[in-house]
């Protein structure tokens, strides 16, 4: 595993994991967001991008956050645009709490999570609702932040691990 | 107390401007990109119409390919249960198949009255169908869709009906120059004039999201009025999109409320996008 480690092509590719792995989702057609389970639906993509962005933003750009974005709206047929902003909104929160922490504490990543999804979740609502005019399912929005809250841990730890990996020095 | 609000500013500040070394843009700046988009999507401009009509055709392709590997392991678990339930499955199709034969006759004869009927008040369908095959069949929480593989470059129009089999299963609302994207009869924007028989109820069916669909817009009483049994329900052809007589789902007599519709909408893989002419002829 050592050996592995020392690899600059495997070190290559696990600092543009994240990113493969948000470009894969958007794409895709397999989607957390729709498992076709009643009551059940997370956002996948909202917890790659928060760990990502608050953690280690150096792995996941602004701009490439901004097209899958685009690249998600075109492939579940919404007007284009919408989830690039909410992606956006939730960059924005994760810059804001990396400014104003010293020390980085789960806890209190969570709950800020919580706070954000909700906010992004309605703000997403609210335009296709009112402005655009398409019906939209609330309780399948409120479901679908409460997991994606119970999911972060989960997530956490996993990204956390990956996060290591990347960042860890071959003299490590 | 004004060092905490400058902490605030100079925090906020910082993150929708401040750009690390990798990144090109500021938060700001694709923040108001993104709202720009999402005005600028708003319009009918036939330029802004060209350039969301190419980022689909690229996107939708991309996400086909980047689909294949995921859709050969889902065909693969299919194929291999259809496989393991095939004794069971041919029996159940010979009982069938004896009793539609017996259905055909019944049904032939009423064709040929219908069609004896339509002449006598100078009315007649036509119908235009185009195959095509199911490219992405990405559902979401928000929108119940498919993208098919046609588009305007082979006459697909938004209002087309989307057949599977005989069965209804939405109707095309967005054009491509070689693809386009079918709203599911699931989704909760979809609204289809509708009759219920052999009640002869006219309702509209509305999708919940869900795969069920229900009853809108027909007076409290219909289930009351409904008879014994299950009730079918068809497009009525009120709207002058689709022909009446195409089957959406069935009424269970136990569930009054849900309508089951015919066709699998997660099992599409091709479909007939058709359009019709209903009118007198000359």
């Given at each position: ?148 809250f119970l999911f972060y841990p ?19 | ?268 893989n091709y479909v007939k996008i ?6 007198s002829e000359k």
């Amino acid at each position: 595993m050592s050996s592995l480690n020392k690899s600059p092509f495997l070190k290559i590719f696990l600092s543009y994991l994240p990113l493969l792995i948000l470009f894969f989702s958007v794409f895709n057609e397999f989607d957390f967001n729709y498992l076709k389970l009643d009551y059940f639906s997370f956002n996948f993509v909202h917890l790659l991008i928060f760990f990502w962005t608050l953690r280690n933003p150096d792995y996941l750009g602004y701009l490439a956050i901004f097209f899958a974005g685009i690249i998600n709206d075109v492939v579940i047929g919404i007007p284009i645009g919408i989830s690039s902003f909410c992606y956006l909104l939730l960059c924005s929160v994760t810059a804001y709490i990396r400014n104003i922490t010293l020390s980085p504490n789960f806890i209190k990543d969570w709950i800020s999570l919580l706070f954000t999804i909700l906010l992004i979740n309605s703000i997403q609502v609210i335009i296709l609702d009112l402005i655009f005019l398409i019906k939209v399912n609330y309780m399948d929005y409120l479901i679908n932040s409460g997991f994606t809250f119970l999911f972060y841990p989960i997530f956490f730890i996993i990204f956390n691990f990956l996060n290591e990996r990347i960042t860890k020095q071959p003299n490590d | 107390m004004a060092a905490g609000r400058d902490d605030f500013v100079i925090a906020i500040r910082s993150a929708f401007l401040k750009k690390k070394d990798k990144q090109k843009f500021s938060l700001l700046t694709l923040i108001f990109l993104s709202i720009f988009v999402i005005i600028l999507s708003n319009f009918n401009f036939k330029a802004i119409q060209i350039i969301k009509s190419s980022i689909n055709e690229v996107i939708y392709r991309s996400s086909f390919f980047i689909s294949i590997p995921e859709n050969y392991f889902k065909n693969l678990k299919e194929n291999f249960e259809i496989h393991m339930g095939l004794y069971e499955s041919y029996n159940q199709t010979k009982t069938e198949l004896e009793n539609l034969k017996q259905q055909q006759l019944s049904d032939d004869f009423l064709k040929i009255e219908n069609e004896k009927l339509r002449s006598l008040i100078d009315e007649n369908i036509k119908s235009n169908e185009i195959f095509a095959k199911v490219l992405i069949d990405k559902e979401s929480p928000y929108l119940k869709s498919i993208v098919l593989n046609k588009g305007s470059k082979d006459d697909v129009k938004i209002g087309m009906a989307i057949i599977d089999g005989v069965y209804l299963v939405g109707q095309v609302i967005e054009v491509n120059y070689t693809n386009s994207r079918a709203l599911l009869l699931s989704d909760l924007n979809s609204k289809i004039p509708s009759v219920l028989e052999p009640d002869d109820i006219q309702a509209v069916i509305s999708g919940t999201g869900g795969d069920f669909g229900v009853i809108e817009h027909t007076q409290d009483e219909y289930e009351k009025k409904l008879e014994e049994g299950d009730v079918i329900a068809y497009t009525s052809g009120l709207g002058g999109l689709f022909k009446p007589g195409i089957p959406i789902g069935k009424i269970l007599k136990e569930q009054r409320e849900k309508i089951n519709f015919f066709s699998d909408f997660t099992q599409l893989n091709y479909v007939k996008i058709v359009s019709y002419k209903i009118g007198s002829e000359k």
